[in-house]
């Protein structure tokens, strides 16, 4: 089985500081992880992926995420937040041989002005 | 390049009636498709899943269906709505099979069943 914690589900920060949303995953396999973003009303928007490679996937909006094996984490940051990414964020994973993503219950980013 | 269309965006419907909410994508072909249920704003729940015209996975037992009758269009359907089908429904598709691409994502349909 596969699985995805995002042990946060609210994280508030304020505009131009540094913004962290945690995610830990469980897979019987390598991971594929994923990052994406909703906008209220909206489809998820793919952000960023790791497969294989560096453990620090940069991707789109100035987000980065690093893949940290040993602590099973794949954390989403970036060095200083704006009030338009404020939005809801979703971890998921996938490994080999598995047909789908599993996502995590999703954390929502406030950035205050 | 490629877009997804999923409509209706809305619907309304009393329990027991039917459903259908219908997905196509353009400007790709053989795409693995998948039906996601999304409750309360939160969480995604993978319902269906389809790798070709005809081959339908489903992930969790319940009151829907999926069809997929030609390469680009992924239909879901319920016989007779309940009031736990009410949701915010989610069509993806994906160029690589097994979790190893990203989902592109459809702009959701809002289902509430009363």
């Known amino acids: 089985a596969q699985s995805v914690a995002q042990p946060e589900d609210q994280v508030n920060v304020a505009e131009g500081n540094p913004l962290t949303v945690k995610c830990t995953y469980s897979?019987?396999?390598?991971?594929?992880l994923f990052w994406y973003v909703q906008y209220p009303n909206r489809g998820l928007q793919f952000l960023l992926k790791?497969?294989?490679?560096?453990?620090l996937v940069k991707g789109s909006y100035g987000f980065e995420a690093e893949f940290n094996k040993s602590q099973t984490s794949f954390h989403l940051k970036k060095p200083s937040a704006l009030v338009s990414d404020s939005a809801l964020y979703f971890c998921a994973v996938s490994t080999t041989g598995r047909r789908a993503l599993t996502f995590g219950s999703g954390t929502r980013l406030q950035v205050q002005p | 390049s490629q877009t997804i269309h999923q409509w209706p965006a809305t619907l309304v419907q009393p329990v027991g009636s039917p459903l259908s909410l219908e997905c196509t994508v353009e400007?790709?072909?053989?795409?693995?498709l998948y039906w996601y249920r999304q409750a309360a704003g939160r969480g995604l729940q993978l319902l269906f899943y389809s790798v070709g015209i005809g081959q339908i996975s489903s992930e969790v037992p319940q009151n829907l269906s999926a069809s997929r009758p030609q390469d680009r269009q992924f239909i879901l359907s319920s016989k007779k709505l309940l009031l736990s089908d009410s949701g915010f429904y989610l069509c993806a598709w994906s160029v690589l099979a097994g979790g190893l691409g990203e989902l592109f994502f459809g702009e959701g349909s809002r289902l509430t069943v009363l």
């Open positions: 400007g790709t072909s053989n795409p693995n």
């Open positions: 790791y497969i294989t490679g560096d453990n």
């Open positions: 897979v019987s396999g390598n991971p594929y």
